[in-house]
């Protein structure tokens, strides 16, 4: 079956540590991207990337890090440096010529204790 | 003045009915928008993609483009309970690296 996995579904997160939220993708996508939801909120864009080992800040990249070492796989890091950690993150990919339709992996929601 | 504005509701529409979900945007550059239906707990699906001005229709759901008015619209007709979830509203701009940026989304409730 073609599409976006993410892991773990759930994450908790002790104050102070560094997480990695896993994204993956059979669907031959070139662009990847990281979203973060908030309780009532739009989704806000963290990192993207529409090639391999290239990537570039969203409009909230602060305290994250990534990584786009295979065209499959574009890992996110929340660092200790993300203030307020705790959301529902969501991985998308997409073709990135012109402005193709952005398909959803089924989410991690990360609770900091 | 946000990039993308939609109105969260909820919405409430009875069963059968047609549920109108809007979305504007302060962009004239913008040209491409996207529908997605978010249930509770989950991930975004799309339902449609408009990036030409008029409509869009397919099946129940018809997307309206009015790039003068700067505003995107989307009509979904004998309104199901299954229909009641979050709608999201993307839009890309042309150069923009594939980017979208999301307004809040609304909430649209059907009764019975």
């Known amino acids: 079956d073609g599409g976006i996995t993410q892991s773990p579904k759930y994450l908790f997160r002790k104050e102070g540590q560094n997480v990695t939220l896993s994204c993956e993708q059979n669907?031959?996508?070139?662009?990847m991207y990281w979203y973060r939801q908030d309780p009532g909120q739009g989704l806000r864009l963290i990192y993207y990337s529409q090639i391999v080992n290239d990537f570039q800040k969203g409009d909230i990249a602060e305290g994250y890090s990534v990584s786009r070492e295979k065209k499959e796989s574009f890992p996110l890091t929340v660092t200790s440096a993300q203030k307020n950690p705790t959301a529902f993150y969501l991985c998308?990919?997409?073709?990135?010529?012109?402005?193709?339709?952005?398909?959803f992996g089924p989410g991690t929601r990360l609770t900091v204790l | 003045q946000k990039e993308v504005e939609q109105n969260s509701g909820p919405l409430s529409v009875p069963e059968g009915a047609i549920a109108s979900l809007n979305c504007t945007y302060s962009d004239r550059g913008s040209q491409s928008f996207f529908w997605y239906r978010q249930y509770s707990g989950k991930s975004p699906e799309l339902i449609m993609f408009?990036?030409?001005?008029g409509d869009k229709e397919d099946g129940r759901f018809t997307a309206q483009l009015n790039k003068a008015s700067q505003y995107v619209s989307l009509l979904i007709r004998d309104s199901q309970p299954s229909d009641s979830a979050t709608y999201l509203c993307g839009r890309g701009l042309t150069g923009g690296g594939n980017k979208l940026t999301f307004g809040t989304g609304t909430q649209l409730k059907v009764e019975l």
């Open positions: 669907l031959n996508h070139d662009a």
């Open positions: 408009i990036y030409s001005n």
């Open positions: 998308a990919s997409s073709f990135s010529s012109g402005q193709d339709t952005q398909y």
